[in-house]
């Protein structure tokens, strides 16, 4: 580009005036002849910015930065349960939209117990793969609520949780409540006598709460006693309303994480 | 443009659609145009811009604007590196382990054992503190409320302990030797979650009732007591090497 006003545009009379050797005035006059038409200015300038990007100096850690005996990489594996347990919900997350297609929350009777205990011993015992695809669904599961309260513990004896990281910390208690309800509402979808139990349980849980329990119950659980309402809530808490929820709240409590930084021990 | 306030002369019938500007106004513009709540935001992000800039330019190393682990690329490559070993560790685990399925649903016999998932136990714990619900003398030894409006208030109090924690532990304390109180509160923490856990499958511990009750509430006491012992032991010589390395260059707030 030319400082000068009367030159913009005049880039052969600019050439003529730099005494260029015959190789650059060739690629010169290609590369202006080309930017003429295409702009390769621009796409020049993003290369570039890819360049210095790409080859960015890692920032000192705070380990480094103070020379503390650098035992960080030893704890490591504590650092990892948060993603641990975003991994495993995006697996639970796959594996359960799949038995999503096979599964039906109908507490009405059939040959075996009800229509969604039925269905449940057809993904096990007739279809292709579906017995691992359950084993999937439930491991995950399991080794995400572990990985959660692993990673609240970590979380806790590193003093994680202080300023500026109290919010992420709350914002973690209604995280590890809703993985818990993910957990129990999922528990409960098998109808088998397990599930019913531990529903009968909720159902007594939700009618001692003080002054709004009759309400609770009939919201959660759909009655003060168990039946068909009560599965097909619990089945719309666990793949509808819970997945909206929790994905967007993990979202912003990573996002918090992202802009803070991972507090490293002093 | 005009940057005064006086609304202009309305001569193209008063669409009151504003051309847009395609130069973005600075922070100081921006700043000129408002007055109360939005001009002291601006005021205040204009200062705590110069003591950012202010603090980089003292600094002698890379720059980083969080006093943290960078959470991209460090911890995320580091973690992307892991997934692949991890999600294979759930495809064995699932593999090896594969889940049971009981007899169906029955609401005319109750099982002998009723139990949620393992992740729950502690919270069922709680439903059974009935013993612990005080009875009130002037009531007639009535209790004040039912042992199950207990037990779900128990759990309220829990969570709710656990939620108030970094508004009660303040200070730049990090490391469980530099604030053995509260790891000796965490250790009995997580001792309580333990035992009360245990406490909610009593009917099938090899235990007397009233023992588990007793060790459930001992239990953590006694641990927190230890942890607290301990660290306190560890702390002078830990410290020293401590203020050594560290708090000579950045001394604790």
Redesign the interface.
Known sequence: MSLKEKDEHDHLGWMEEKQLSPIEKGYLFTLIWLDKRFRVVDYLELLETMYYRVNLQMPKSHTEQYNLDNKFWYWYPLYALGSFSTLAYVVAALSGALLGFYYTPSAAAAETGTVAYSQLAMIMQDLQFGFMLRSIHRWSAQVMTAAVFLHMLRVYFTGAYKEPRELNWLLGIVLISLTMGFGYTGYLLPWDQLAYWAGQIGVEMALSIPIVGEWVAQLVFGGFSLGAPTLQRMYILHVFLLPFVVTSLIAIHIAIVWMQGIAEPH | MSDDNQPDARTDGGTGIVPPDDETPTWSERKSRRAGLPRLTYEYFERARREDQDLREQST????D???????????I??LA??SF??GM??L???T???H???????S???AI????W??YW??GL?KLGDLNPAISLLGEQKL??D??Y???ANVVI?GA??I???L????????V??PF??AV?MGG?TFAFTISMLSIQNIMPMNVSLLFDLTFLAPLVVGAITYAVLKTMREGYMYD?NR??YR??P?K
């Open positions: 190393y890379v720059e980083r969080v006093l943290g682990f960078p959470t991209w690329p460090h911890e995320l580091r973690n892991l997934t991890f999600v759930l495809l685990l699932s593999a382990l594969p889940p399925i009981g007899n169906p649903a029955n609401p016999s109750t099982p009723i139990l949620p998932d992740y729950l919270s069922f439903l409320m039912a199950r409006t037990g779900v208030l969570v656990i939620a924690v970094p508004f532990n303040k200070g730049s304390a990090r490391r469980p530099e604030q509260w790891a965490g997580v401590l390395r560290y260059l950045r604790p």
